[in-house]
């Protein structure tokens, strides 16, 4: 597992791809076992997506009598959620790249993709306790959640496009998949497991 050092130098290496610096791709291990180990940001995703499942087990309980429980059962199924929405756009990531014969950007752009996924995944989760602790700035943290999502699709262009140049019809499938499929499969899963919130 990557320590704290290596993870805060790979969130510098993407500040520096965000900002055009091409010296940001020098320190990332974009080979294929880089990219296996990037999927350990989802374990450094962890504490942040505690907040988010929690936050929807109280949306979920607040239509029930007070006093009713969920149990671990709840968190697994929101787990199994969230596994399959972070799996299931990479695959198709996969398809598409090998659709358009650009196979070896693979493994670099899950890389990058995972390890983008931290400090995204904190910035939620504080807004989410911003909202969960203080429900009178709800329409602030309206904005705010708008605006840390056109942040990450400015994010992924970014990205996307400094490792596919030239073809900007694949830069714009790739960013559509990396967000469309997990938003509608996780409303759709939660709908199915029985966590969404009612």
Known sequence: MPTASEVRLYLTDLWLLLLGDHNGARYLDLSERGMWRSFYSALWCLPAMLVSWLWLRAAFLASYPPGTGTGFIFFFRLAMVEAICWIVPLLLIGMLLYA?????????????????????????????????????????????????????????????RFFIRDQSLLVSAIVMTLLVPGMLLSEALQRFLGVYPA
């Open 100 to 160: 358009f014969g650009a196979r070896e950007k693979f493994a670099p752009l899950v890389t990058t993709m995972n390890w983008l996924s931290l400090p995204f995944s904190y910035a939620y989760a504080v807004l989410i306790l911003i909202a969960f602790f203080l429900p009178p700035l709800q329409g602030l943290i309206a904005v705010l959640w708008l605006a840390l999502l056109l942040s990450l699709v400015f994010a992924f262009s970014r990205i996307v």
